[in-house]
C-alpha cells in the first residue's frame, strides 16, 4: 500500500522559507511516477503547486514557479518543497502526492500538514 | 489562469441523485481528457474519485459517475448515502503544464 507522510515545521516566519518533506513508503519513486504537492487555504481552496519526477522535467504552477523547488531523491525514497520568501498568504494546509501515469491526476495523498506563516 | 467554477453547495435525500458541475474554458476542460474528481470528508485529505473525465479507480463506488460536455465537466452521485456527505472539487489540466482546481462543493444528504 503506497502511503506519503509529511513532515517539517508547522511555522515559519514571514520572508523566510518554508521547507518540508514527503516520506513515501510502500512504492520506489524509481520506479517512475510525478510527485508533488497540493495546498488547501484555510478557505478551503485547493492549489496545485508543482511535481518532479526523478529523471524527467520538474513542473510548477506558474503563479509560484519564482518562489518554488521541488525535488526527488531516490536514494532516501523522499521529496522536498521548499518555498521561499513567504507571507501571510501562504498559510495552508500542504499536502503531497502521487501523480497518476496519464490524465493529471493525484492518486495518493498525504495526510496533509498545516503550516503557518508568522508575521 | 482563474479556478474552474463550481457551485458551492448541493444536496439531496438518501438514495436520489445529486449532479455538481464544474466549468471551465476550452483551454482546459474543453481542451484535455484530464478531468479529474475528488472528495473531501472534514479533517480528511482528498481522495481520487475519477481521472481522465470519466474513469473510476478501483474501490470506487460505481455510483460516482462523471461526464462532460463542452468546457463543463459533471460529477453525479447516484443513490446518496449519508456518508457522501463531503466537499467535491474538480481540477483539469490547462496545458503549458499546470493544473486547475474548482473552488470546492459541499454535498449536504438531508
Known amino acids: 500500500q503506497v502511503q506519503l507522510q509529511e513532515s517539517g515545521p508547522g511555522l515559519v516566519n514571514a520572508s523566510e522559507t518554508l521547507s518540508l518533506m514527503c516520506t513515501v513508503s510502500g512504492f520506489s519513486i524509481s520506479r517512475g511516477h510525478y510527485w508533488g504537492w497540493i495546498r488547501q487555504t484555510p478557505g478551503k481552496r485547493l492549489e496545485w503547486i508543482g511535481s518532479d519526477h526523478y529523471i524527467g522535467p520538474t513542473s510548477y504552477n506558474p503563479s509560484l514557479k519564482s518562489r518554488v523547488s521541488i525535488s526527488v531523491d531516490t536514494s532516501s525514497n523522499q521529496f522536498s518543497l521548499k518555498l521561499f520568501s513567504v507571507t501571510a498568504a501562504d498559510t495552508a494546509v500542504y499536502y503531497c502526492?502521487?501523480?497518476?501515469?496519464?490524465?493529471?491526476?493525484?492518486?495518493?495523498w498525504g495526510q496533509g500538514i498545516l503550516v503557518t506563516v508568522s508575521s | 489562469q482563474s479556478a474552474l467554477t463550481q457551485p458551492p453547495s448541493a444536496s439531496g435525500s438518501p438514495g436520489q441523485s445529486v449532479t455538481i458541475s464544474c466549468t471551465g474554458t476550452?483551454?482546459?476542460?474543453?481542451?484535455?481528457?484530464?478531468v479529474s474528481w475528488y472528495q473531501q470528508h472534514p479533517g480528511k485529505a482528498p481522495k481520487l474519485l475519477i481521472s481522465e473525465v470519466t474513469k473510476r479507480p478501483s474501490g470506487v463506488p460505481s455510483r460516482f459517475s462523471a461526464s462532460r460536455s463542452g468546457n463543463t465537466a459533471f460529477l453525479t452521485v447516484s443513490g446518496l448515502q449519508t456518508e457522501d456527505e463531503a466537499d467535491y472539487y474538480c481540477?483539469?489540466?490547462?496545458?503549458?503544464?499546470?493544473?486547475?482546481f474548482g473552488g470546492g462543493t459541499r454535498v449536504t444528504v438531508l
Open positions: 476550452s483551454g482546459d476542460i474543453g481542451a484535455y481528457d484530464a
Open positions: 502526492v502521487r501523480d497518476t501515469l496519464q490524465g493529471w491526476a493525484r492518486d495518493y
Open positions: 481540477s483539469s489540466y490547462a496545458g503549458n503544464f499546470n493544473l486547475l
